[in-house]
């Protein structure tokens, strides 16, 4: 669906890499987090993606079609909610879907701008002014504008930047839905816990290349070094009962213990506990997030 190769960007005559020889495959129907800091790269590629950024070198294939021959039709295949809420004020909730229809030579787009617009929760005010709306309301239409033509990909940039809770978790579950309809996604965002639940694939850019890329499951489990311990015992703890456990620096409340441990050292814990003949009824095991593990490999 998506095919990218040593693609670079550089600006000011050369002497800034935005993006440093990029290579990367997505297929039909994935749902990726591009993940990275400020600066990172990552509005630089979808730009190019969109179109409105020239790449300095290298091939972008977009479905059957070659970004720089064919670029109009690769238009057709994305649709892009950019970060910035930028909306001309001037026109109506409905204006705006019919207008955006009409770039893409989309006549009588009624029915399915109706169709976006109740999915979005926006049919009460698809009459309104964009003057009228809240931040979030703007943020559910370029959600629409982006999806009027129908994209088998869709590209978010910082989609819930600044959105209540509530109207973060139905977008969630919006996009969830557009997954499983098989549209393909790409997911940019700082809230990694947002990549963690919606996201099967991770891609981590930093300073213009590619660091990581890997199925999410994967990489939690390759990366993860520490993992969370709450056990149930079944009597409350002396001091004495929970001395070998100092090196852990365990937090005791009563029958439960708290403790943070290299996964490679839950073995021997295990071993401590049965020759102390210390049992315990249920544990908890709470491996690191995912945001634990971007932070450790941006940092390296």
Do not use: W
Not at 96 to 114: A, M, P, T, V
Not at 137 to 157: T, Y
Request: glycine fraction near 6%; hydrophobic fraction near 40%.
């Amino acid at each position: 669906m998506l095919v990218i190769k040593n693609l670079s960007k550089t600006y000011a005559n050369g002497k800034i890499e935005a993006l440093k020889n990029v290579n990367l495959s997505i297929e039909e129907g994935e749902f990726t987090a591009l993940l990275g800091q400020n600066g990172a790269g990552k509005s630089t590629l979808i730009n190019i993606l969109a179109g409105n950024v020239k790449k300095s070198s290298g091939t972008v294939q977009i479905g059957r079609y070659d970004l720089d021959s064919d670029e109009l039709a690769t238009k057709r295949i994305i649709g892009v909610v950019p970060q910035e809420v930028a909306l001309d004020t001037f026109f109506t909730v409905k204006e705006i879907l019919e207008i955006q229809s009409g770039y893409f030579g989309i006549k009588n787009n009624n029915q399915y701008i109706d169709e976006l617009l109740e999915i979005l929760s926006l049919q009460d005010k698809k009459r309104a002014s964009i003057r009228g709306l809240s931040g979030g309301m703007r943020r559910r239409l370029l959600i629409a504008k982006a999806l009027v033509h129908q994209p088998k990909i869709l590209i978010l940039d910082e989609p819930t930047a600044g959105v209540d809770v509530d109207l973060r978790n139905s977008m969630h579950e919006f996009l969830e839905k557009l997954h499983q309809l098989g549209i393909t996604i790409i997911l940019t965002t700082h809230y990694l816990e947002e990549a963690e639940k919606l996201c099967k694939r991770v891609i981590i850019i930093d300073k213009g290349r590619i660091i990581k890329d890997e199925p999410k499951e994967e990489l939690l489990e390759n990366y993860s070094t520490n993992i969370s311990l709450e056990i149930d015992f079944d009597k409350e703890l002396g001091k004495d009962d929970i001395r070998f456990l100092n090196k852990y620096n365990p937090r005791v409340v009563k029958t439960r213990v708290y403790l943070d441990i290299l996964k490679k050292d839950l073995t021997k814990l295990f071993r401590d506990m049965t020759e102390m003949e210390l049992e315990f009824n249920n544990i908890n095991v709470k491996k690191q997030s995912l945001q634990d593990v971007y932070l450790s490999l941006v940092k390296e």
